[in-house]
């Protein structure tokens, strides 16, 4: 069952597309769509989705009304969405948005596009590997759906919900890459360490700017993850690289000052038994 809100905004669904067939279609045809559409969302208010998908989805295809067209694909998209169809559910979103991106309603199926996506995502169980070393495509695809959606209508609502839901969106690919950068430095190979850490921290560096990581949010940037990019261009025989990432280090930031200081220490003594002077701007 739908919350009162979900309740509501559908009510008014059908007076705002009432008010529009009744501006574009009269006659019989008209107010039987109009039964038709009504009964349908009826259908979707009380959980009947397989009624709800089979009369929105055939109001969507054969009704020559644009009004009851749009407001049954829209609709049809939310049915096949409370039904954990979520693929099928981005679709139509898709859809709309590819014929209707300034509509009134664009910015709800943007955004319930962009969920559908997240709803894809994997999740933690013991039964399997962590989250972040599953496929990311949906996480991929889940993070361009909130930027189209905060970047085409960033006054809505709908903009203000996506902003909260990306940083979780971020805070996934920044495990993701910490995962991968693990995966590297457990099997000693340290391109794949340098490779997926800079990509990680350029990533989380774009990110900040954008503000879709709140200064405090965890990310790539770590004592612990510039350890490991240190000792990786350490391997690699690449000083230039490994200052790159010490002035990184003194940037980021620290729980507290013993730390901090260990952490430098500890990058510093890794120069000092390769025999690498610190070059003069650093």
């Not at 099928?88 to 709800?108: C, F, G, K, N, V």
């Not at 510039?226 to 690449?238: E, F, N, S």
């Given at each position: 069952?739908?919350s009162?809100?979900?309740t509501?905004?559908l009510?008014?669904?059908v007076a705002?597309?009432?008010?529009?067939?009744?501006?574009?279609?009269?006659g019989?045809?008209?107010?039987?769509?109009?039964?038709?559409?009504?009964?349908?969302?009826?259908?979707?208010i009380?959980?009947?989705?397989?009624?709800?998908?089979?009369?929105?989805?055939?109001l969507?295809?054969?009704?020559?009304?644009?009004?009851?067209?749009?407001?049954?694909?829209i609709?049809?998209?939310?049915t096949?969405?409370?039904?954990?169809?979520y693929?099928?559910?981005?679709?139509?979103?898709?859809?709309?948005?590819?014929?209707?991106?300034?509509?009134?309603?664009?910015?709800?199926?943007?955004?319930?596009?962009?969920?559908?996506?997240?709803?894809?995502?994997?999740?933690?169980s013991?039964?399997?590997?962590?989250?972040?070393?599953?496929?990311?495509t949906?996480?991929?695809?889940?993070?361009g759906?909130?930027?189209?959606?905060i970047?085409?209508?960033p006054?809505?609502?709908?903009?203000?919900?996506a902003?909260?839901?990306?940083?979780?969106?971020?805070?996934?690919?920044c495990?993701?890459?910490?995962?991968?950068?693990?995966?590297?430095?457990?099997?000693?190979?340290?391109?794949?360490?340098?490779?997926?850490?800079?990509?990680?921290l350029?990533?989380?560096?774009t990110?900040?700017?954008?503000?879709?990581?709140?200064?405090?949010?965890?990310?790539v940037?770590?004592?612990?993850s510039?350890l490991?990019l240190?000792q990786?261009?350490?391997?690699?025989?690449d000083?230039?690289g490994?200052?790159?990432?010490l002035?990184?280090t003194?940037?980021?930031?620290?729980p507290?000052?013993?730390?901090r200081?260990?952490?430098?220490?500890?990058?510093q003594?890794?120069?000092?038994?390769?025999?690498?002077q610190q070059?003069?701007?650093?």
């Amino acid at each position: 069952m739908h919350s009162r809100l979900t309740t509501l905004l559908l009510v008014v669904a059908v007076a705002l597309v009432g008010a529009a067939c009744s501006k574009s279609a009269t006659g019989g045809a008209a107010e039987s769509q109009m039964k038709q559409y009504t009964d349908a969302l009826q259908a979707l208010i009380d959980g009947n989705y397989l009624d709800a998908t089979t009369k929105f989805e055939d109001l969507a295809n054969k009704t020559l009304d644009q009004a009851m067209q749009e407001n049954s694909t829209i609709r049809l998209g939310d049915t096949l969405f409370y039904q954990g169809r979520y693929r099928e559910a981005a679709e139509i979103y898709r859809e709309y948005l590819t014929q209707r991106d300034d509509s009134p309603d664009a910015p709800h199926a943007a955004y319930m596009r962009a969920v559908a996506f997240l709803r894809r995502t994997p999740e933690d169980s013991w039964l399997m590997p962590p989250a972040e070393a599953r496929e990311m495509t949906d996480v991929d695809l889940a993070y361009g759906a909130f930027v189209y959606l905060i970047q085409r209508y960033p006054d809505s609502y709908h903009a203000l919900r996506a902003r909260y839901q990306i940083s979780a969106v971020v805070q996934r690919r920044c495990r993701n890459h910490m995962y991968v950068a693990d995966y590297y430095h457990k099997r000693e190979t340290p391109a794949g360490v340098m490779q997926r850490l800079e990509q990680g921290l350029s990533m989380e560096e774009t990110e900040r700017a954008a503000g879709n990581l709140a200064p405090s949010m965890p990310c790539v940037a770590s004592p612990r993850s510039m350890l490991m990019l240190a000792q990786a261009y350490v391997q690699l025989d690449d000083p230039k690289g490994f200052w790159s990432t010490l002035a990184r280090t003194k940037l980021i930031w620290f729980p507290d000052a013993q730390q901090r200081s260990a952490t430098l220490t500890a990058i510093q003594d890794m120069a000092s038994k390769k025999g690498w002077q610190q070059p003069a701007q650093q």
